[in-house]
């Protein structure tokens, strides 16, 4: 389950760094702030998914639509708990503290995890 997490968090740190070389390319490209946001997440969905599936999870296979869709299913609830701990923090914090991204993040990290793990992938071998 270790190695797991440790894959888990590496495929993070990649979808991040090629989701905002997307974003920063589009912009230095001339795409408005909103086209390059939504390509930079477009593409990195699309590697979270294929990273998380192969990479972390051990899935092998032909991809199935309800795989897909379960996927978006654990990404908007991960994401949405996300904004509740982000609106929660930043009352206690303030609007402005970036403090307040912290929890959110973490709060965002666990969910996906745990939704991948148990609802979206089956593990292919104990750890």
Not at 24 to 36: I, K, P, R, V, Y
Request: charged content about 10%; glycine content about 12%.
């Amino acid at each position: 389950m270790l190695a797991r997490l440790l894959r888990f968090g590496l495929t993070g740190l990649a979808n991040s760094a090629v989701g905002w070389a997307v974003i920063f390319g589009g912009l230095w490209a001339g795409m408005s702030g909103l086209a390059a946001n939504a390509a930079g997440y477009a593409v990195g969905l699309l590697l979270s998914f294929t990273l998380n599936r192969r990479f972390v999870f051990g899935v092998t296979g032909a991809v199935s639509v309800r795989e897909v869709a379960k996927f978006l299913a654990a990404f908007a609830v991960a994401y949405g708990v996300n904004v509740a701990v982000l609106i929660a923090a930043q009352s206690v914090l303030g609007a402005d503290s970036a403090l307040a991204q912290l929890p959110a993040i973490g709060a965002y990290i666990v969910i996906f995890f745990l939704l991948s793990q148990f609802f979206v992938f089956k593990p292919a071998t104990s750890e």
